[in-house]
């Protein structure tokens, strides 16, 4: 690099004549800057719609599902405190008497007698280690032999030289064998008991008692008969549930029954309700209008972002130019530069007039007459000038839901390969997801990583043009300075010799 030299002999200021000289070469590269700008406020949209366009994604993949729309409600009468009840997606509206002939009780068996009565026993250390205490332990205090049992056809193994009493229990409570058991500290008694009620015990998994078995014995001594002193033919019975519904009897392995979707929990004998399952018109009304909301929020950002043109006199502003202007005109500048960036867009025209299509297209799947249009049931636009935007008449939306419900749940939950039978959840949520898909193709992931996206890939050439204009600028600034400098030496050369000429001022 040369030296940059002042205009001493010559009186320039040669600094400022080199500015103004580079600010028209760099002409070309300034446009290749604000271009990159551009893009960047263009790929920030774009980026905006599609936070938008997934969080009506996120809103159609829940409407999805039936469940999320087809909202039933339970009104119950009577002993509530005796029997319980809910309702699901899958209830049909009835009424229903419900009486509770016989709850469903646990299998259980507590040992006798207690397993120990050595006050020194602690259920934390080896069992090896509590040899004396504990009857059936064959060992010498340091080591013992191992043994196994299985409950209701669970096996499970003990290590007397490294498990404790309380290890055991852990393993009988983690394992597969559908009971708890609990030592009870003060009266050194242990009790197992099913988890659930009703007919669930035995390796089947159907039978009324706890089943109990020593597999791996010392002598004649098993663990679960000498330890833990639980005797087999001690162990109570389960029984099952009987619920009368609309006077037909209706039994159970367990308490818990499901009446067309309805689920009915017998808690206490002899209990009785009254139920009523019906549409839960308010809370529907609620979810579709919410995503209606969803879906105009989503319009209304593309239509403002089509529909906003570009004010040509605020171009992006290059470094040069904001180092010239205070922050806040800076500011203020770039708020007008960033408006229209996609002004007539063609990615968001195509994901705009599939949205509208997706809302004005016929929905064969109702099995309806009446009910075949989002209008129909209250969901229109109320003039072109809403570009698509929808409102929903209420009062409509709710007779709708009042005298056809099915096909109003048909309308947003129908999956199909056929445009015109699948639902709107369904359409709006492929309609999205190709729109996010193109936005990410066109504009990646950020404003400003160079990626494999359209704009990714202009950001990353502009950088190289830029690269390449910074390298030819500095080479062309650098031959200015040597241009002045070497004026500067020839002028300063001529005064010298005038100076000896004795014709210097």
């Given at each position: 690099?040369?030296?940059?030299?002042?205009?001493?002999s010559?009186?320039l200021?040669?600094?400022?004549?080199?500015t103004?000289?580079?600010?028209?070469?760099?002409?070309q590269?300034?446009k290749l800057?604000?271009?990159k700008?551009?893009?960047?406020?263009?790929?920030?949209?774009y980026?905006?719609?599609?936070?938008?366009?997934?969080?009506l994604?996120?809103?159609?993949?829940?409407?999805?599902l039936?469940?999320?729309?087809?909202?039933?409600?339970?009104?119950v009468?009577?002993d509530?405190?005796?029997?319980?009840?809910s309702?699901?997606s899958?209830?049909?509206?009835?009424?229903?008497?419900?009486?509770?002939?016989?709850?469903?009780?646990?299998?259980?068996?507590?040992?006798?007698?207690?397993?120990?009565?050595?006050?020194?026993?602690?259920?934390?250390?080896?069992?090896?280690?509590?040899?004396?205490?504990?009857?059936?332990?064959t060992?010498?205090?340091?080591?013992?032999v191992?043994?196994?049992?299985?409950?209701?056809?669970v096996?499970?193994?003990?290590?007397a030289?490294?498990?404790?009493?309380?290890?055991?229990?852990n393993k009988?409570?983690?394992s597969?064998a559908?009971?708890?058991?609990v030592?009870?500290?003060?009266?050194?008694k242990?009790?197992?008991?099913?988890?659930?009620?009703?007919?669930?015990?035995?390796?089947?998994?159907?039978?009324?008692?706890?089943?109990l078995?020593?597999?791996?014995k010392?002598?004649?001594l098993?663990?679960?008969?000498?330890?833990?002193?639980?005797?087999?033919?001690?162990?109570?019975?389960?029984?099952?549930?009987?619920?009368?519904?609309n006077g037909?009897?209706?039994?159970?392995?367990?308490?818990?029954?499901?009446?067309?979707?309805?689920k009915?929990?017998a808690?206490?004998?002899?209990?009785?309700?009254?139920?009523?399952?019906?549409?839960?018109?308010d809370?529907m009304?609620s979810?579709?209008?919410?995503?209606?909301?969803?879906?105009?929020?989503?319009?209304?950002?593309?239509?403002t972002?089509?529909?906003?043109k570009?004010?040509?006199?605020y171009?992006?502003?290059?470094?040069?130019?904001r180092s010239?202007?205070?922050?806040?005109?800076?500011?203020?500048?770039?708020?007008?530069?960033?408006k229209?960036?996609?002004?007539?867009?063609?990615?968001l025209s195509?994901v705009?007039?599939?949205?509208?299509?997706?809302?004005?297209?016929?929905?064969?799947?109702?099995?309806?007459?009446v009910?075949?249009?989002?209008?129909?049931?209250?969901?229109?636009?109320t003039?072109?000038?809403?570009?698509?935007?929808?409102?929903?008449?209420?009062?409509?939306l709710?007779?709708?839901?009042?005298?056809?419900?099915?096909?109003?749940?048909?309308?947003?939950?129908?999956?199909?390969?056929?445009?015109?039978?699948?639902?709107?959840?369904f359409?709006?949520?492929?309609t999205?997801?190709?729109?996010i898909?193109?936005?990410?193709?066109?504009a990646?992931?950020?404003?400003?990583?160079?990626?494999?996206?359209?704009l990714?890939?202009?950001?990353k050439?502009?950088?190289?043009?830029m690269?390449?204009?910074?390298?030819l600028?500095?080479?062309?600034?650098?031959?200015?300075?040597?241009?002045?400098?070497?004026?500067?030496?020839?002028?300063?050369k001529?005064q010298?010799?005038?100076?000896?000429?004795?014709?210097?001022?």
């Amino acid at each position: 690099m040369p030296t940059r030299i002042s205009g001493f002999s010559s009186g320039l200021d040669i600094d400022s004549l080199v500015t103004s000289l580079m600010r028209t070469e760099r002409a070309q590269r300034n446009k290749l800057e604000q271009r990159k700008y551009t893009i960047q406020y263009q790929r920030e949209d774009y980026l905006k719609v599609n936070t938008q366009l997934t969080a009506l994604q996120k809103k159609a993949s829940s409407l999805k599902l039936t469940a999320n729309i087809n909202k039933m409600k339970t009104e119950v009468n009577g002993d509530t405190s005796g029997v319980s009840v809910s309702s699901s997606s899958s209830s049909t509206a009835a009424s229903y008497t419900v009486k509770v002939n016989q709850v469903a009780t646990r299998s259980s068996v507590t040992s006798d007698p207690f397993i120990t009565n050595s006050a020194s026993f602690d259920p934390t250390k080896s069992l090896a280690s509590q040899s004396s205490n504990l009857s059936g332990i064959t060992g010498d205090g340091t080591s013992a032999v191992d043994y196994s049992f299985k409950i209701n056809g669970v096996e499970i193994s003990v290590d007397a030289d490294s498990e404790s009493l309380n290890n055991v229990i852990n393993k009988i409570n983690n394992s597969q064998a559908g009971v708890t058991a609990v030592l009870d500290s003060k009266t050194g008694k242990i009790n197992l008991q099913s988890k659930t009620a009703g007919l669930v015990n035995g390796q089947s998994k159907t039978e009324d008692k706890i089943t109990l078995e020593d597999t791996k014995k010392t002598g004649n001594l098993g663990f679960l008969t000498d330890v833990l002193k639980l005797d087999a033919s001690a162990v109570s019975a389960a029984q099952g549930a009987e619920i009368e519904v609309n006077g037909i009897t209706m039994q159970n392995n367990t308490n818990d029954f499901t009446v067309n979707g309805v689920k009915i929990t017998a808690k206490t004998k002899d209990a009785s309700v009254t139920i009523e399952s019906k549409r839960d018109v308010d809370a529907m009304v609620s979810n579709i209008k919410d995503f209606i909301q969803s879906f105009n929020d989503t319009l209304s950002l593309i239509n403002t972002e089509y529909g906003e043109k570009h004010n040509r006199n605020y171009n992006p502003l290059t470094q040069e130019e904001r180092s010239d202007m205070t922050e806040n005109d800076a500011k203020l500048w770039d708020e007008q530069a960033k408006k229209g960036m996609l002004y007539r867009d063609s990615v968001l025209s195509k994901v705009r007039n599939d949205l509208k299509t997706a809302t004005i297209t016929e929905f064969t799947s109702t099995k309806s007459g009446v009910y075949k249009t989002l209008g129909s049931i209250g969901i229109s636009t109320t003039s072109y000038k809403d570009n698509g935007v929808l409102t929903v008449d209420e009062a409509k939306l709710r007779e709708a839901l009042e005298n056809d419900p099915d096909a109003v749940v048909r309308m947003f939950t129908t999956n199909s390969t056929d445009s015109k039978q699948k639902g709107l959840a369904f359409r709006i949520y492929d309609t999205v997801t190709a729109g996010i898909q193109s936005i990410k193709d066109k504009a990646g992931y950020s404003s400003t990583d160079e990626d494999t996206s359209s704009l990714g890939k202009e950001i990353k050439n502009i950088n190289l043009k830029m690269a390449d204009w910074d390298t030819l600028l500095n080479k062309k600034e650098d031959a200015y300075y040597k241009k002045f400098g070497a004026m500067e030496s020839a002028i300063q050369k001529y005064q010298s010799q005038l100076s000896s000429l004795g014709l210097g001022g």
